[in-house]
């Protein structure tokens, strides 16, 4: 007789249909809340999309940006929209320093409490909380001495203003500077004191509001929610930010101080370049502007 085959009893049955998806939902749910964590505490991806900071970082260029570095925060807003979320910072590694490349919340233009959108930018930190700012002939003065020039330090233009030739469009309000010859200026430090009057008003006003409180001139007299004053203390520790494209960069000088607490973080490296004018369906031309010198570059 010849052996007979006895069936094997399979090991593991077979998922339903419902165990598969549950199954699938879980280790989805695994991989996009590491995905979350690493984004939100750890590495994210940034798009340059302007020249400010050219020649150290060009329009196009996609960056790793360490947020690890000055701590990591909780989501500030729900993706793909301006909804504001509650959120929390992680212990810090390092505070940020002067020459800093550093990417932040924006906090909108000079005269406004709030930015229209939610939206991220990329300058030079160079100068801290308390330091005194000047720009000479321009030339950048950090507490009397020159600072040091980044690498790619960029003009574009020849000298076009004059040092006593104000431009409306300079942070603060009334000031009477210009890109090219700007300050001196005190960069605000918690527990600073600034004085107020009818003269420094314009000059203050969105900052306070800034810092949630209310502010008017009534007469000749400054009232902070509600009560007469004559000075301000500081709440937060801000920063002060510049392109090193100085003659095609929309920074400090023009929307005011950056709010310590904006920071997200520090562009490591360049993973990726191209030309983000051309469209993505014209994939030819899209994969043929990449950049593959940039590839790997260090931002510094």
Known sequence: MGKQKVP???SERELSFKEK???????????????????????????????SMENEVMTGDLLFVNKFIYGGTSPRNIPFTNIR???FRMPQFRDVQRGDVIVFVFPGMRDEVDPQDFTFYLKRCVALPGDTLQVRDRVLYINGMPSPLPRNLKFSFGRSTQPHQPNEQIFPKGAPSNEENYGPIVIPKQGM???????TF???????RREGHTIRLNGNQ??????????YRVQRDYLF???????NSLDSRFW????KENLVGTPLIVYWSWDTDIPIYNIFAKLGSVRLGRIGTLIR
């Open 8 to 10: 094997q009893e399979k």
């Open 21 to 51: 998806t549950i199954a699938f939902l879980k280790e989805f749910g695994i991989v996009f809340g590491a995905f979350l964590i690493l984004n939100n505490f750890v590495v994210a991806s940034f798009l340059v999309p302007t020249g």
């Open 85 to 87: 979320l509650p959120w």
């Open 193 to 199: 004191v600034v004085q107020l009057n009818k003269n």
């Open 202 to 208: 314009d000059a203050w006003e969105t900052f306070i």
């Open 222 to 231: 400054v009232e902070v929610d509600g009560k007469a004053v004559t000075e």
């Open 241 to 247: 930010g510049m392109g090193d494209h100085r003659d």
């Open 256 to 259: 005011g101080f950056i709010p």
